[in-house]
C-alpha cells in the first residue's frame, strides 16, 4: 500500500515482482492512474482514488512553491494530505480485507497499520526514505542539513507527529469502523516503537548507513528496482545516442514547476554553453529542449537509458536518485521539495555529484558550472561507476522476504 508521486509507487513494482517470483500473490494499492505500472507482471492491482498530479496542480499543490523552507513545504504538504487522506480510507479497508500481510509505504503507515490492527492482520514498513527519528541526520522531510544530535532528534519527533496529524481525522473513523476502541491522538506511532514494528527500507546501505542508535526491527534492505514493462529504447531516442557523444539527461520527474518555458530556455542554456547535448523528459513539469543537440522525450525505464549518459541532472527524488547510482554515472541534484534534499546531499557526499543545484537557484550560470565539473573531472565518473557496480550486487528483495515469512509464521 502505497500513496504520492509515481516514485513513491515505482519501486513498490519491484518489490512485489520479487514476492511474486517467490511464490506470493502480491496486489499493489496505490492511486488509480498508475495501474499501467503493473500492467504484464502478473501483479494485482486496487485502485485508489485521488489523481496526485491533480493535487500538485492546484492552487493547494502550486502553494509547496511558495515555501521557501523544508519546515514551510512540511506544514503545506500535511494541509495538503489531510484533504485527501480521507479520501483513500475505503480503498485501503477494502483491499486490506483480501489480503493475508500489509506492506505500508511511509506514505500510509498511520492509517493503514490501524486497519492491519482492526483485521488483526500483521504488517510492516517499506519505506523508501530512513522516516526513523535519529541524532545522526536531520529528518529527509525538512530538507535540511544536519542540526545536530539533538536538533535532529527534535526534529524527527516534531516530523513523525506531523505524519500523524495526516490521519487525525481518518484514523479514529476508521477504529470505530473495525471496532477498535478510541485512541489519543499518535498512539498509533508509540505502540509501533514500543512492539519494535518492523520496518525494511528500500535503499542501499552504502548510500545511508544504518543509523546507530535505530531500535531493533528498523533494516535496511537494499534497492527495489522497478518493473520495466519496455525496456527497448524507442527508435528516435536511440538514433540520437547513436549520432553523438554521450548526452546529459535532464529530468524533475513528477515535479511541478512554476515557469516550465524559463526553466526550459535555462537548461538548454547550460547543455550548449558546456558543450554537451541534452536528453530532457518532459515529466509533469512539462520540460522541453529542441535542435540538433536535445531530444526532447517522454516515458522512458531510467535503467535502460542512464547508463548512455554522461551525467543525469534530475530533482533528487530518492527513486531517480537511485536509478542514477545504479547506472553508475555522476549527477547534477536538482533538489525542489520533500526529501529531495536529503538525497542531494547524499550524491554530494558519496562523491558523485559536484555540488546539488536547488530548484530556486537554478540559472543558466549555475547550471553551466555544475555540468562542466560532473563530465569534466574524472573523479565524479570514476566514483561513480564503482559505487554503481557495488549497488547492482545487492538484493533488496531478500531481506523483505524474509521478514515477510517471519511475520507470517
Same mark, same amino acid.
Given at each position: 500500500?502505497?500513496?504520492?508521486?509515481?516514485?513513491?509507487?515505482?519501486?513498490?513494482?519491484?518489490?512485489?515482482?520479487?514476492?511474486?517470483?517467490?511464490?506470493?500473490?502480491?496486489?499493489?494499492?496505490?492511486?488509480?492512474?498508475?495501474?499501467?505500472?503493473?500492467?504484464?507482471?502478473?501483479?494485482?492491482?486496487?485502485?485508489?482514488?485521488?489523481?496526485?498530479?491533480?493535487?500538485?496542480?492546484?492552487?493547494?499543490?502550486?502553494?509547496?512553491?511558495?515555501?521557501?523552507?523544508?519546515?514551510?513545504?512540511?506544514?503545506?504538504?500535511?494541509?495538503?494530505?489531510?484533504?485527501?487522506?480521507?479520501?483513500?480510507?475505503?480503498?485501503?479497508?477494502?483491499?486490506?480485507?483480501?489480503?493475508?500481510?500489509?506492506?505500508?509505504?511511509?506514505?500510509?503507515?498511520?492509517?493503514?497499520?490501524?486497519?492491519?490492527?482492526?483485521?488483526?492482520?500483521?504488517?510492516?514498513?517499506?519505506?523508501?526514505?530512513?522516516?526513523?527519528?535519529?541524532?545522526?541526520?536531520?529528518?529527509?522531510?525538512?530538507?535540511?542539513?544536519?542540526?545536530?544530535?539533538?536538533?535532529?532528534?527534535?526534529?524527527?519527533?516534531?516530523?513523525?507527529?506531523?505524519?500523524?496529524?495526516?490521519?487525525?481525522?481518518?484514523?479514529?473513523?476508521?477504529?470505530?469502523?473495525?471496532?477498535?476502541?478510541?485512541?489519543?491522538?499518535?498512539?498509533?506511532?508509540?505502540?509501533?516503537?514500543?512492539?519494535?514494528?518492523?520496518?525494511?527500507?528500500?535503499?542501499?546501505?552504502?548510500?545511508?548507513?544504518?543509523?546507530?542508535?535505530?531500535?531493533?526491527?528498523?533494516?535496511?534492505?537494499?534497492?527495489?528496482?522497478?518493473?520495466?514493462?519496455?525496456?527497448?529504447?524507442?527508435?528516435?531516442?536511440?538514433?540520437?545516442?547513436?549520432?553523438?557523444?554521450?548526452?546529459?539527461?535532464?529530468?524533475?520527474?513528477?515535479?511541478?514547476?512554476?515557469? #516550465?518555458?524559463? /526553466?526550459? $530556455?535555462?537548461? @538548454?542554456? %547550460?547543455? =550548449?554553453? !558546456? +558543450?554537451? *547535448?541534452?536528453?530532457?523528459?518532459?515529466?509533469?513539469?512539462?520540460?522541453?529542449?529542441?535542435?540538433?543537440?536535445?531530444?526532447?522525450?517522454?516515458?522512458?525505464?531510467?535503467?535502460?537509458?542512464?547508463?548512455?549518459?554522461?551525467?543525469?541532472?534530475?530533482?533528487?527524488?530518492?527513486?531517480?536518485?537511485?536509478?542514477?547510482?545504479?547506472?553508475?554515472?555522476?549527477?547534477?541534484?536538482?533538489?525542489?521539495?520533500?526529501?529531495?534534499?536529503?538525497?542531494?546531499?547524499?550524491?554530494?557526499?558519496?562523491?558523485?555529484?559536484?555540488?546539488?543545484?536547488?530548484?530556486?537557484?537554478?540559472? #543558466?550560470?549555475? /547550471?553551466? $558550472?555544475?555540468? @562542466?565539473? %560532473?563530465? =569534466?573531472? !574524472? +573523479?565524479? *565518473?570514476?566514483?561513480?561507476?564503482?559505487?554503481?557496480?557495488?549497488?547492482?550486487?545487492?538484493?533488496?528483495?531478500?531481506?523483505?522476504?524474509?521478514?515477510?515469512?517471519?511475520?507470517?509464521?
Amino acid at each position: 500500500m502505497t500513496a504520492g508521486s509515481r516514485g513513491d509507487v515505482a519501486p513498490y513494482t519491484g518489490l512485489g515482482l520479487g514476492l511474486l517470483r517467490a511464490g506470493h500473490e502480491v496486489t499493489l494499492v496505490t492511486h488509480g492512474c498508475f495501474e499501467p505500472l503493473v500492467a504484464g507482471s502478473g501483479m494485482g492491482f486496487h485502485a485508489l482514488p485521488v489523481d496526485p498530479r491533480a493535487e500538485l496542480e492546484s492552487g493547494r499543490g502550486r502553494g509547496l512553491h511558495r515555501s521557501a523552507t523544508g519546515v514551510g513545504k512540511l506544514l503545506r504538504v500535511v494541509s495538503l494530505a489531510r484533504s485527501v487522506a480521507g479520501r483513500m480510507t475505503d480503498g485501503l479497508v477494502t483491499a486490506a480485507r483480501a489480503s493475508d500481510v500489509l506492506l505500508l509505504a511511509g506514505s500510509v503507515v498511520p492509517l493503514g497499520h490501524t486497519i492491519a490492527e482492526g483485521l488483526s492482520l500483521p504488517s510492516m514498513g517499506v519505506y523508501l526514505q530512513p522516516l526513523t527519528t535519529t541524532r545522526e541526520f536531520a529528518p529527509p522531510m525538512l530538507a535540511t542539513g544536519s542540526w545536530g544530535p539533538v536538533g535532529n532528534q527534535v526534529a524527527g519527533h516534531g516530523v513523525a507527529l506531523a505524519v500523524e496529524r495526516v490521519f487525525a481525522a481518518a484514523v479514529p473513523t476508521v477504529r470505530a469502523r473495525l471496532g477498535l476502541p478510541p485512541a489519543r491522538p499518535g498512539a498509533g506511532h508509540r505502540q509501533r516503537e514500543r512492539r519494535l514494528w518492523p520496518v525494511q527500507h528500500g535503499f542501499s546501505p552504502l548510500v545511508v548507513p544504518r543509523p546507530r542508535d535505530w531500535r531493533p526491527g528498523l533494516d535496511i534492505a537494499g534497492y527495489w528496482w522497478p518493473y520495466d514493462r519496455e525496456t527497448e529504447l524507442p527508435d528516435e531516442l536511440r538514433e540520437f545516442l547513436e549520432a553523438g557523444p554521450p548526452p546529459v539527461f535532464v529530468g524533475l520527474g513528477s515535479a511541478t514547476v512554476p515557469d #516550465a518555458e524559463g /526553466l526550459s $530556455a535555462s537548461i @538548454v542554456a %547550460a547543455l =550548449r554553453r !558546456a +558543450g554537451l *547535448r541534452g536528453v530532457i523528459q518532459r515529466g509533469w513539469g512539462e520540460l522541453r529542449g529542441a535542435g540538433d543537440d536535445m531530444i526532447t522525450i517522454g516515458d522512458v525505464a531510467h535503467s535502460a537509458l542512464f547508463p548512455h549518459m554522461a551525467a543525469v541532472v534530475h530533482h533528487a527524488g530518492a527513486g531517480t536518485t537511485a536509478a542514477g547510482l545504479r547506472a553508475g554515472v555522476p549527477a547534477v541534484p536538482v533538489p525542489i521539495q520533500f526529501d529531495a534534499g536529503f538525497w542531494a546531499r547524499r550524491l554530494v557526499r558519496l562523491g558523485v555529484a559536484p555540488c546539488a543545484v536547488p530548484l530556486r537557484h537554478l540559472t #543558466a550560470d549555475t /547550471l553551466t $558550472a555544475a555540468l @562542466v565539473r %560532473a563530465t =569534466r573531472e !574524472a +573523479g565524479f *565518473r570514476r566514483r561513480a561507476a564503482a559505487l554503481g557496480t557495488r549497488i547492482r550486487a545487492e538484493d533488496g528483495v531478500g531481506p523483505v522476504l524474509q521478514a515477510v515469512h517471519r511475520l507470517t509464521r
